[in-house]
């Protein structure tokens, strides 16, 4: 799109069905100032505040003469911004960008190993599911601007996720973005790499070269801004080039914390129909939690379609649990806690895991080189799963911190 | 008995005892400005409706009338005269609309229609407030007739007042109705009726009991006429004047509507579950107790989570104060709760529920609401779930205006429901960016002494003058805050609303549940269109 031969452009959704969102239909003038013409759901509490932004946005393009139609549902000031600035980019060349300040708990960096069980996926230019995502507590949320977005909506997009990275309350949930595929997505990560990503899912690798590309641009990017805030990667594997390659793609580099599978085109990629009790994803399913564990990462399963069936969902994590998964994706809200609840440790694990600990702590108290319960001799690494498996029930609220000092007071 | 166009829509202006300030004559008639929460009561006698004797109508119990209109004709319909109609088919409403037709036709002017609610399909009548069919409306003005009153194009003032409060007014003798007319889903030629058979089957009639029993005229209009006795006899023929059979009373699919069916959304189903953990936690919910919770999506989902505490420990619910439906019934059936008082019927379960089981009872505002009772039902209910457009730092609500300051909803049993117990306000922090927590509500229906816990899907106030409550959650994993924290919670995100301007000319006036006025409706400064 060149911006010579484009006088008159449109930007974001209106309609009946749309709320928290915004419409922009821009056309340069020559002369006669600006024209603008505002319909907005509640024009009574925002309209002049609306205007003012509107105003300052096109003053800081140096854009003096238009007739703008402006349709808002009750879109928030980061939504009118992104739109209005994604159609300003359509219309003019311009390095600028008109950056909203970045809320302070959205400078937080996270680390590789912290728990991933649930991502929720938020398409990236739906403005209205975004508001309220961080308040169901999902682990992270993600940004999506690849399946979730159609192509003609990719540009506006990216101005939506910037500045919903910037403005957007995560309510604690680690800030994940999905790129488009190849060279759309290495443009992707200009919008979201400056502006405190913490982990970038990147779709359909096949090959190592695939995460050397998109690492290569994050360091530019981030050299250019001098930032070093961590960012991770997540390689979805999603065909079975993908699957034979995946060790390789998971060691291919250190900020890749998780390789997640896409079981949708995979199951595609074979020429199957992707079942609920996925004997035909099986291998790969395996394959990749084993590379997983041997390059020392995550693994993470694939997302559960049918938001309905809640039942079906909680089959399926604690099938994805017992493979050796550690996290899956999520579409739906009401996705998250089953997701929680079902990764978690059950009771049988943490009582067993209570009694390793502590027959441990007995051991080393007494100066014993070997542990044992009852009469089994316990292996070291059998202890670190044992105390992993606590972390994880304190971690999700199941057991207090301070079980052991309970259960001393309950036996006193 | 019309109102003069040339006299002053309203006079004497007085600041009440909620500060606001409101007019002691509207339409002509004297009012009472609020005096603060149960200060004001009147003594006196009940207003009563004329001796009728029996010997003035058929001795075969036959009052039929070949129509509407001759009906309204023999109960002596003229100008000025009060009409009263009820609310049970929702939107499906066919016959009040047609009194006004009939009115027009007839050249009738100066009308006030009393209605126990009006919907969506009443815009009909707006042609008719235009040209002095109908002088004003006394009742809730929802969605388009809203809209025509805040916009200051009704010639008389509205009055809007609670289920209670409308039965108050009967009782007191403040709205003395001329002619009530009955929409019936079976009654029979003597005037028995009841809203659990027929086609338009609505469950039950409470909102007509008042009317039949202190109007000058009654007329029962049905579409299912039964032989002699139409039982139950929810409305009882022997206050009624003539019976009228029609082809059609209502549009059945929209008077069992569509709403009463639990929350899909995420978020609302994140409130609905946190104000039912408050409840849990608050020692609110217990074997034995009772609730009340309407027919919203967020309310319902509330009564499932309640239903899965009472499962879980093996209890019970002694009763439901409701407007029912398939989840109450679902309850009732499973033995979870002993009684459903039933004040109005949103679906066809609850009718059936209704009609066939005799702890699914029928109530009236007389037994749930009334001011003028010896006590009522409401004060009684351990817990009540209810909505707001607006609430204030102090805990004041607002239930008829939105934030741009149009009249859009009625106020319903919600006033009278604010004495149960324990009163919570599950409602979402801002709605399509409007914030729902402010500094001062744009039209105040509910004092905030009244209202105990506003529940939001990014944490739940409790009103400070609740310092039980506060005591009780002090541990809890809920995110308790104070409302000012979620006010400001609210405009971090959405930023802060400018406020609705108005002229200074009022459109409505708010009454209070014991017939004192506690606030006004403005016009609206711009008009809708402009925006």
Redesign the interface.
């Known amino acids: 799109m060149t911006a010579e031969n484009i006088k008159r452009v449109q930007v974001g959704n209106k309609g009946k069905n749309i709320?928290?969102d915004c419409f922009f239909e821009i056309e340069l003038t020559n002369s006669g100032g600006i024209q603008l013409q505002s319909?907005?759901?509640?024009?009574?509490?925002?309209?002049?505040?609306n205007k003012k932004l509107i105003s300052d946005i096109l003053q800081y393009f140096d854009i003096e003469n238009a007739s703008i139609l402006f349709e808002d549902?009750?879109?928030?000031?980061f939504v009118i911004a992104a739109r209005l600035e994604a159609a300003i980019k359509l219309l003019i060349d311009s390095d600028k960008e008109y950056l909203l300040p970045m809320l302070e708990q959205n400078q937080k960096p996270t680390t590789r190993e912290q728990h991933r069980f649930s991502r929720l996926y938020l398409p990236g230019n739906t403005p209205s599911l975004m508001?309220?995502a961080g308040?169901?507590n999902p682990n992270a949320l993600i940004l999506d601007l690849e399946d979730a977005v159609a192509p003609e909506k990719k540009h506006e997009a990216r101005f939506l996720v910037r500045n919903a990275l910037r403005s957007l309350?995560f309510y604690g949930a680690e800030r994940m973005v999905r790129i488009n595929q190849g060279e759309r997505g290495l443009v992707d990560l200009e919008f979201v790499v400056p502006h405190s990503v913490n982990l970038v899912l990147v779709p359909k690798v096949e090959l190592p070269e695939h995460i050397r590309a998109v690492n290569e641009k994050i360091k530019s990017l981030q050299f250019a801004l001098k930032q070093k805030n961590p960012i991770w990667l997540m390689p979805i594997i999603e065909s079975a080039k993908g699957v034979v390659h995946a060790y390789q793609i998971a060691i291919c580099s250190e900020n890749i914390s998780s390789i997640a599978i896409g079981l949708e085109d995979y199951s595609a990629d074979l020429g199957v129909r992707r079942t609920a009790e996925g004997t035909e994803s099986f291998f790969a399913r395996t394959t990749l939690v084993n590379a997983a564990v041997a390059a020392g990462i995550q693994a993470i399963d694939s997302v559960f379609s049918d938001i309905a069936d809640l039942e079906g969902l909680k089959q399926n994590v604690q099938i994805s649990k017992s493979l050796g998964f550690n996290g899956m994706g999520c579409i739906?809200?009401?996705q998250i806690r089953i997701i929680h609840e079902n990764f978690a440790p059950d009771q049988l694990e943490i009582e067993k895991a209570k009694k390793i600990s502590l027959a441990f702590k007995a051991a080393k108290e007494k100066g014993l080189g070997v542990v044992t319960l009852g009469t089994k001799m316990i292996d070291a690494p059998v202890v670190k799963r044992a105390e992993k498996v606590i972390q994880l029930a304190i971690d999700m609220g199941k057991i207090p911190s301070n079980w052991a000092d309970l259960l001393a007071e309950e036996k006193a | 008995m019309r109102t003069s166009t040339k006299m002053k829509k309203y006079d004497k202006l007085v600041t009440n005892a909620a500060g606001r300030i409101v007019p002691e004559i509207i339409n002509g008639e004297q009012h009472i400005a609020f005096q603060g929460v149960g200060k004001y009561k009147p003594s006196g006698r009940k207003h009563a409706p004329a001796i009728p004797s029996c010997v003035d109508y058929p001795a075969d119990g036959n009052k039929l009338i070949p129509s509407l209109k001759e009906a309204l004709i023999k109960s002596g319909l003229r100008d000025g005269m009060t009409i009263s109609t009820h609310h049970h088919f929702r939107d499906g409403d066919i016959i009040a609309n047609q009194i006004f037709d009939i009115a027009h036709e007839l050249g009738i002017k100066g009308l006030r229609w009393f209605p126990s609610a009006s919907f969506p399909c009443h815009v009909h009548l707006i042609p008719y407030l235009e040209d002095g069919t109908i002088q004003r409306i006394e009742g809730s003005m929802n969605g388009a007739l809203g809209r025509f009153c805040s916009e200051g194009k009704m010639e008389g003032v509205g009055i809007l007042r609670s289920h209670g409060g409308r039965y108050q007014a009967i009782q007191d003798g403040e709205v003395q109705i001329d002619i009530a007319v009955i929409a019936a889903p079976s009654a029979d030629a003597f005037g028995n009726a009841n809203g659990v058979n027929g086609a338009a089957a609505c469950g039950l009639l409470g909102f007509a009991l008042g009317d039949s029993q202190y109007a000058d005229k009654v007329i029962v209009v049905t579409d299912n006429l039964v032989p002699f006795p139409c039982v139950p006899f929810q409305i009882h023929g022997n206050y009624v004047d003539f019976t009228v059979l029609v082809d059609k009373i209502g549009d059945p699919e929209k008077i069992v509507s569509g709403t009463t069916q639990i929350t899909k959304s995420p978020d609302r189903l994140l409130i609905a579950e946190m104000t039912a953990q408050f409840c849990e936690e608050a020692g609110i919910v217990q074997d034995g107790f009772s609730y009340q919770a309407g027919a919203g999506g967020t309310a319902l989902s509330i009564g499932i989570y309640f239903a899965e505490m009472l499962r879980k420990k093996g209890w019970k619910a002694r009763f439901i104060r409701a407007g029912s439906n398939q989840y109450p019934v679902k309850m009732l059936e499973e033995g979870l709760v002993d009684y459903i008082l039933d004040g109005q019927t949103f679906d066809l379960e609850g009718v059936r529920s209704l009609r066939e089981n005799s702890a699914h009872l029928a109530t009236s505002p007389f037994t749930s609401y009334n001011y003028h009772s010896k006590g009522n039902f409401a004060s009684m209910v351990d817990v009540v779930i209810l909505g707001a457009t607006e609430v204030d730092v102090n805990f004041n609500a607002n239930v008829v205006t939105h934030s741009d300051g149009v009249l859009l909803h009625g106020i319903g049993g919600w006033q009278n429901c604010l004495f149960s117990k324990c009163t919570i306000l599950p409602i979402p922090l801002f709605r399509d960016r409007i914030p729902v927590i402010v500094d001062s509500v744009t039209t105040l229906c509910g004092p905030g002494e009244l209202i105990d816990v506003i529940a939001t899907e990014r944490g739940i106030a409790i009103n400070p003058r609740r310092t039980d409550l506060i005591e009780k959650l002090k541990n809890s994993n809920l995110p308790i805050k104070t409302i000012e924290e979620l006010k400001a919670e609210a405009e971090a995100i959405c930023g802060v609303p400018d406020k609705p301007e108005f002229t200074d000319e009022i459109v409505a006036a708010i009454k209070w549940v014991d017939g004192t006025i506690i606030d006004v409706v403005r016009k609206i400064k711009r008009s809708i269109e402009q925006q």
């Open positions: 709320r928290s319909n907005s759901k509640v024009e009574v509490m925002y309209g002049k505040s549902s009750g879109a928030l000031p508001m309220n308040i169901h309350n739906h809200p009401r």
